[in-house]
Each structure stands twice: as C-alpha cells, then as structure tokens.
C-alpha cells in the first residue's frame, strides 16, 4: 500500500476516535470527572490526527522519501467499522461498559494494530509512530476503571 493511502486511512481512524471520545465525553457530561477523563483523551486524538496530516503531506510532497508499507486494507476497516459501530450506537452504556469498549479499542484494533505498520523503519515517521503507539491510553483508562472502582 502506498503510504499516503495508509496515511489517510490512519487520518480516518484519528479523526473517528476523536469522534467517539467526544461521544463519551457527552455521555457523562454530568460525571465531572469521567467527562474530563475522555475529554483529555479526545484532545490527544486530535493531536495524533494533526501529525497525521502533517506526515501526509509530507509524504504527499516528497514522495521519493517514502516506502510502501506492508499492511492489509481488512484491518484498516476493522478499526472504522468499529469506530463507526460505537459512534451510532443509540443505547446509552455505563461508565464500566464504555471503558470496556475504549479499553478494546486501544488494545485490540488500534495501538494493537498500529504498532504493527512499519512507519518505525523510517526516520521520516518516527514521531508520528511514537504518538499512535505511546500515547498510554491503555494505562490511563487502566488506571481510570481502578481509580472509580476504589470510589464505589
């Protein structure tokens, strides 16, 4: 695959995350602390989406810096059908149930996945890898669930 078609893949699923962490973001709106927690990790989704956009048009303008990279278009639509599937979703979830769906997200689908691109191989994508593949939102919602569960 071409890197600016998997970077623009990579955009949609960024853009889709910062949507569904608004999403729970409204959802607790009356849960002071909740509503801060998917708040914070809405913003860091933006910033991940803005240094996609960024490498992107790098990548769009230099085109001879870049490799194709390996990866399968199945797992790129894996992670929007879920992403999708949970933004439309209309039933309303607990906090317990939504930190279950974030934790699959982050774990499973996304930085599960995403580590697995060889943007790492090149120098031009370093930080773009590090901030879809360190941004700790599996410890932070880890630490989040044990956080509310000790208040319960």
């Known amino acids: 695959m071409e890197i600016v078609d998997a970077l623009s893949k ?11 962490y608004g ?3 409204s959802q607790f709106s ?14 860091e989704e933006r910033g991940h989406l803005s240094l996609t956009r960024y490498v992107k048009r790098l990548a769009t303008r230099n085109p001879e810096l870049f490799e194709s990279i390996d990866c399968a278009e199945m797992d790129f639509k894996k992670i929007l059908v879920f992403l999708n599937a949970e933004i439309s979703r209309v039933r309303r979830r607990t906090l317990e149930e939504t930190l279950d769906k974030a934790e699959k997200f982050e774990v499973t689908l996304s930085e599960g996945y995403l580590t697995l691109l060889p943007l790492r ?12 593949t360190d941004s700790g939102h599996i410890k932070k919602i880890t630490a989040f669930r044990i956080k509310r ?3 319960c």
Not at 10 to 20: C, D, G, H, R, V
Not at 121 to 132: C, F, K, S
Request: without cysteine.
């Open 149 to 151: 569960m000790k208040e």
């Open 10 to 20: 990579i955009e949609k699923i960024e853009k889709k995350a910062s949507e569904l």
């Open 121 to 132: 191989n090149n120098p031009m994508l370093i930080d773009l890898y590090r901030a879809l």
């Open 23 to 25: 999403r729970y973001y």
């Open 30 to 43: 009356q849960d002071q602390e909740a509503a801060y927690f998917f708040y914070r990790i809405q913003i």
